[in-house]
């Protein structure tokens, strides 16, 4: 079991920048792929950004700007995000799933295990 919270959210302005962490619980976190997701109002969830033991992946969206990186000595995931648009506003979550020792990245949200509470970001134009 993972327990995982985020923290960092906050207003911006267009063009500023934010980093989210994630703090997860446990002694294996090493062992757990971690993805960033994000969830606008009326529209569905979507994929932000996924890390395994090494391999990133991004939305097209936000390729270039956000940067997804993990402290295994602190439990804790980040999403670096620069050169914020207005679209980029949205409740983020963080989410996590058993990977072992696999480098595999997925981008669907069923197949993570553990959600976080969600944070907000608000980018103002």
């Known amino acids: 079991q993972v327990q995982l919270v985020e923290s960092g959210g906050g207003m911006v302005q267009h063009g500023g920048s934010l980093r989210l962490s994630c703090a997860a619980s446990?002694?294996?976190?090493?062992?757990?792929?971690m993805g960033w997701f994000r969830q606008a109002p009326g529209k569905e969830r979507e994929f932000v950004a996924g890390?395994?033991?090494?391999?990133?992946n991004y939305s097209d969206s936000v390729k270039g700007r956000f940067t997804i990186s993990r402290d295994n000595a602190k439990n804790t995931v980040y999403l670096q995000m620069n050169s914020l648009k207005p679209e980029d506003t949205a409740v983020y979550y963080c989410?996590?799933?058993?990977?072992?020792?696999?480098?595999?990245?997925?981008?669907?949200?069923?197949?993570?295990?553990?959600w976080g509470q969600g944070t907000q970001v608000t980018v103002s134009s």
């Open positions: 446990g002694r294996t976190f090493s062992s757990y792929g």
């Open positions: 989410a996590a799933r058993l990977i072992y020792f696999s480098d595999y990245v997925t981008l669907k949200s069923s197949e993570y295990h553990y």
């Open positions: 890390l395994g033991r090494i391999t990133t």
